[in-house]
């Protein structure tokens, strides 16, 4: 077929799946393509269904494909019919313009050369495609076409750049040295030659070249033009045609001049997500100096709110509420206008606490819509008032339970609850991961934006030769929303108490108004015509997976590209039985899914819920973030392309808004104002920490009862279920944590947890107990998983060493009969899955929890005993080591240090070979250690002095299972680790993991297995420093910032292992030493009851 010169730049791998099983598609034969298919087709099964062919044949089915057709159009080849589709004529209009070195008149162009995009050169005639198709009559002064001009070129450039890069370095034969970079940035010797003619050969040919070895890439650039042509088009429509309106209802002008046209100078573009075809958010100021915002959407949700605002405002000022602040709207039902709410500094401390006591009453009114969203970008200080700007999701559908929690169905209840509490809305303080490299950051309402230094990665040396990308610490300004008082930032904390006051007068002013809120004419009646936000995804999380799609291999075919984007289709797989490997049980209420063709039942049809993956991939196609909106009146919701996507929403958003109205009362407030404290103040007062004129033990012993009881008011009591806790969640295989509810594992959830209540019932005269046992019971009732681990921190290991401690400290046969029922689950071939060989996941973890279970004297089960487990596991270590080089090979390369690397290897062949008299184990054990000693000998810089990765941990580990080793060797090893560790000042994190808790933890274990009173005495004062410095600065810190504002209940890395050793410090000879995994030695007796005092608690 000979092609039409309109598709000499068109290369058919741009087309999508999709569109070539839609329009039929012609592969080509060979081993090479068929190759390429098969590469294609294991990254989709990869990245979608965990690389498991039976799952990822459900998956086709669901779309009625098989997996020969699928292949098909994974083939390189072309389409069967000519399509002309809408973004090949703009590639083409770019393409001429290229070749004929277009450029803007100087007077209209948007370039800076104090601010150069990266890469603008070759975006010119992109732009230039743009700019020419603008209206010859326009609302748009020259500057603020240029404002969006540049808007777009950034846009584009944030799509290209990594490519345009890798191609640069390849015309340049590599990257630049360090030294010629920074050369460049110093304006030092900076030549432009190579990278001017890079330039002008990629632009030569007509990007001809270029669009051909990246059409997913090309095809996207004309896209992104062609929509912002069009939303440029809706702008001008929009400024031209209401004009009249914006001076009277948003400027309050009357009058003649009410109805004069308005002329746009500036334009502060896209400071919003691009959604529904790259429509945004806009500042635009007029030739008379007012700025108004345009949201590309209907405000009919923002004025519903500021309906009930000043409803509130009306009645509530009698009895003693703030005014709440309101700013002007302009609803256009796909589009409005709003009041520019500018941020402004509080005049005294007054000012101040009305700020908190106004953000108070806000929280009280978010939480009861059961609102969500309220970031940090969407609050503005306006002096004392704070100001929601964008109401999207103040009353926002929610789906039907669709899938089976991760946890079970306790999990479940942990979701919900934290989903029904103040936690949700956005509002107060919480970390999470966020940005290229998942940093730990605030990002609400009232705790994020504030000012700091965050890496990413930038270009360096732009448009010189030495032009490169690489991670820079970049400053963050701070925020519109942090209130202001004499120049300075105010921290959430300073305002706990009028936060608290402010929730608690609104939420009683809302319970003793409830009839009138629920009334068919109150001013909630009205919301017929509105649309809520559903936030189904994170935004975070569609940005970087289509930052992930857009790498230079995943564009030079659109089958690459939607391989990436197939990682959307997980959520949906990992529920199936097939990937849960059997029948898990459906959660409590149903399911929205369909019934298969053969009514097979509800797991064999897809759920319901499918569409909203193809609405995803579609809008991500083109660039845009997705979005999705439902009727609050109904229960369909509607995609980012106005699809309908019926019954999926659980209820009508009104109906739900009602009965959370219903449900507010006295245990509910008390409930969210615990959660308020826990989010905003310090974990102790500075006067509950006295470590002056007291026992020695007592200040070990208060400060671990004031840690418990700030994890009873942290606790999630969900009626009839045991308590449950929310907190920054390990994500393991990674360092990046989430704010979620915990699992029940022993390094970050809540069977730690339960280990230190259990621990402190033997010094309380039963205080704890119950918790720890109603723990213990949802830890054995938890339905076992094939993808569940099994190592000794989280995994299967976890839950059976749990479970053996609980059983030995609570005196209690049922935890251990039930940590045996669980151990007849790691069979061979579990073990003989395991590639992460470590006591943290893998099998070293396990056969230390075996071994743990075995020397428990009670619950003892018939059958095969742990040890038989126990030497499967030591069978499996041993094959993954060399004898040859004592190189050892797992999931990833082998590492030092106890958590993960070869020091805890070395320590569990170490205990079983001690415990069974197994030769090969006590070999393997030494073949591990001197590997790691020449991987000691390698490395470069200090050592680190943590458990998990540094020298107390190694000290631990050679200090072994019996009596510690004389050897020379091992002795002078271990006396440097203990050196180290002793003489490290205290870091800015208090836990076990990488903090002072956990070095004081491990002086005390090196001292009572050294018999060395001086090394005991070292962990005392390791321990009481930290408490002191706790005192005075009014709490414990979790995170590396050395900040004491985010609380972490658990084990490893928060309060409850603190407590625990803390517990251990105050009588070692008790308690087993956890961060070994060390067998329980049984419940001892108790000291005199030491009372949980809530006037000296940690909360």
């Known amino acids: ?40 087709l294991s990254i989709w099964s990869q990245r979608s269904a965990r690389s498991q062919p039976a799952v990822f044949s459900r998956r086709l089915a669901w779309e009625g494909l098989d997996e020969a057709a699928f292949l098909q159009a994974l083939t390189p080849g072309r389409m069967a019919v000519e399509l002309s589709p809408p973004w090949a ?24 050369p104090a601010a150069p995009i990266p890469f603008e050169a070759l975006l010119v005639p992109w732009v230039e495609v743009a700019r020419r198709r603008r209206s010859s009559v326009s609302a748009f002064a020259p500057e603020a076409w240029r404002d969006l001009e540049r808007w777009l070129a950034e846009r584009l450039s944030g799509f290209a750049a990594e490519t345009f890069g890798v191609l640069l370095d390849r015309f340049r034969g590599g990257r630049p040295d360090g030294f010629a970079v920074r050369l460049a940035e110093a304006g030092v010797g900076r030549p432009t030659g190579l990278y001017d003619r890079f330039v002008a050969e990629v632009l030569a040919d007509g990007l001809s070249a270029w669009a051909h070895e990246f059409p997913v890439l090309a095809r996207l650039l004309a896209t992104v033009v062609d929509l912002w042509s069009a939303h440029t088009r809706e702008l001008e429509d929009h400024c031209l045609a209401e004009g009249g309106a914006i001076r009277r209802e948003i400027f309050g002008e009357s009058g003649p001049a009410g109805s004069e046209p308005l002329l746009v100078r500036r334009i502060r573009a896209g400071l919003s997500d691009p959604h529904n075809g790259g429509r945004t958010t806009h500042v635009f100021t007029f030739d008379n100096g007012r700025r108004v915002v345009y949201k590309a959407r209907s405000l009919a949700m923002d004025v519903a709110f500021g309906r009930w605002l000043a409803w509130c405002n009306e009645r509530g000022g009698p009895q003693g509420l703030l005014d709440l602040a309101l700013h002007r709207l302009l609803d256009r039902g796909d589009h409005g206008w709003a009041e520019y709410v500018d941020t402004a500094p509080c005049p005294d401390t007054g000012a101040v606490r009305r700020f908190h006591l106004r953000s108070g009453q806000l929280l009280a009114l978010l939480h009861a819509a059961g609102a969500r969203d309220a970031h940090c970008e969407n609050l503005v200080a306006d002096g004392e008032h704070p100001v929601l700007i964008d109401l999207e999701a103040w009353l926002p559908p929610r789906l039907s ?84 008082l004499a120049g300075n930032a105010v921290a959430p904390a300073d305002g706990a108490e009028p936060i608290r006051e402010g929730f608690a007068a609104m939420y009683r002013f809302l319970v003793e108004h409830r009839e009138e809120l629920c009334a068919p004419e109150g001013p909630l009646a009205d919301l017929s015509g509105c649309h809520g936000r559903l936030i189904f995804r994170p935004t975070r999380a569609y940005v970087r997976l289509r930052e992930r799609s857009l790498r230079p291999d995943a564009c030079r075919d659109a089958a690459a590209r939607g391989g990436e984007l197939e990682a959307l289709a997980r959520v949906y797989l990992d529920a199936s039985p097939l990937a849960l490997g059997g029948g898990a049980p459906l959660p409590r209420g149903g ?110 012993l208060r400060a671990a009862v004031s840690l418990a009881t700030a994890l009873r008011r942290q606790a999630m009591s969900a009626p009839g279920g045991p308590p449950s806790w929310v907190g920054p969640r390990f994500r393991p295989g990674s360092d990046t944590f989430e704010l979620a509810p915990l699992g029940d594992d022993l390094y970050a959830g809540t069977g730690g947890i339960a280990l230190f209540f259990a621990a402190l019932s033997t010094f309380t005269g039963g205080e704890g107990r119950e918790l720890a046992l109603a723990e213990a019971r949802r830890i054995a009732a938890r339905p076992r998983s094939d993808r569940e681990g099994i190592g000794g921190l989280v995994g299967l290991g976890a839950r059976i060493y749990t479970l053996t401690a609980l059983g030995a400290l609570l005196d209690d046969e049922e935890p251990a009969r039930e940590a045996h029922r669980l151990a007849a689950g790691l069979t061979a071939e579990r073990i003989a899955a395991d590639s992460w060989l470590d006591v943290t996941l893998g099998t070293a973890g396990a056969l230390l929890a075996l071994l743990a279970l075995e020397s428990s004297r009670i619950g003892h089960c018939t059958g095969s005993s742990p040890m038989d487990r126990a030497a499967a596991c030591a069978r499996h270590l041993i094959a993954h080591g060399n004898p040859a080089n004592g190189r050892w090979a797992g999931h990833r390369p082998p590492e030092t240090g106890f958590a993960h690397g070869l020091a805890g290897i070395a320590y569990a062949l170490q205990v079983y070979a001690a415990r069974s008299g197994d030769r090969p184990a006590r070999a393997a054990a030494r073949q591990a250690i001197a590997f790691e000693r020449r991987l000691l000998c390698a490395q470069s810089g200090p050592a680190q002095t943590t458990w998990c990765r540094g020298l107390p941990g190694l000290a631990l580990a050679r200090l072994g299972p019996g009596r510690p080793p004389e050897d020379p060797e091992s002795r002078g090893e271990i006396d440097e680790a203990l050196a180290s560790t002793r003489a490290a000042a205290l870091t800015p994190m208090d836990h076990l993991c990488c903090g002072n808790l956990g070095r004081a933890e491990v002086l005390l274990e090196a001292g009572l297995r050294r018999s060395d009173a001086a090394l005991q005495e070292a962990a005392g004062e390791v321990a009481l420093q930290t408490l002191q410095r706790a005192g005075a600065r009014g709490g414990f810190s979790w995170l590396p910032s050395g900040e004491i504002s985010c609380f972490d209940p658990s084990f490893w890395k928060g309060a409850a292992g603190a407590g625990y050793t803390l517990l251990r410090l105050a009588a070692p000879e008790r308690l087993p030493c956890v961060l070994r995994l060390e067998a329980p030695r049984g419940p001892g007796k108790s000291f005199a009851k030491v009372p949980i005092d809530p006037a000296r608690s940690a909360y």
């Open 591 to 700: 399911s929205a899914c369909g019934r298969g063709d053969g009514g097979e039942g509800l797991w064999a049809g897809r759920p319901a819920t499918w569409p909203l993956l193809m609405a995803e991939r579609r809008a991500l196609e083109q660039g845009d973030v997705p979005i999705f909106h439902g009727r609050l009146t109904g229960t369909c919701l509607e995609g980012p392309q106005g699809e309908s996507i019926p019954d999926v929403i659980a209820r009508p958003a009104t109906e739900a808004l009602r009965d959370r109205l219903r449900r507010l009362g006295p245990e509910d407030l008390e409930e969210q104002l615990g959660y308020i404290t826990a989010a905003l103040t310090s974990p102790f007062p500075p006067a509950s920490l006295s470590c002056e004129e007291e026992k020695p033990r007592t200040p070990y």
């Open 1 to 40: 077929m000979t092609r039409p010169a309109s598709r000499s730049l068109i290369s058919d791998l741009a087309f999508t799946v999709s569109e070539r099983l839609t329009a039929g598609w012609c592969p080509e034969t060979g081993a090479a393509a068929e190759a390429q298919a098969a590469e294609l």
């Open 401 to 484: 339970r669709w899938l089976p929690a991760p946890g079970g169905e306790e999990w479940t209840g942990a979701v919900e609850r934290r989903e029904h509490s103040v936690l949700a809305t956005g509002l107060l303080p919480s970390w999470q991961p966020d940005g290229p490299r998942d940093d730990v950051v605030d990002v609400s309402g009232l705790g994020g934006g504030r000012a700091g230094v965050r890496p990413q990665p930038v270009w360096r040396a732009v448009h010189s030769d030495a032009m490169t990308r690489a991670w820079r610490p970049v400053a963050t300004p701070q925020g519109h929303n942090v209130p202001v």
């Open 89 to 112: 004529a703009t590639l083409e209009a770019a393409a001429r313009f290229a070749a004929d070195g277009a450029k803007p008149p100087a007077e209209e162009d948007w370039r800076d």
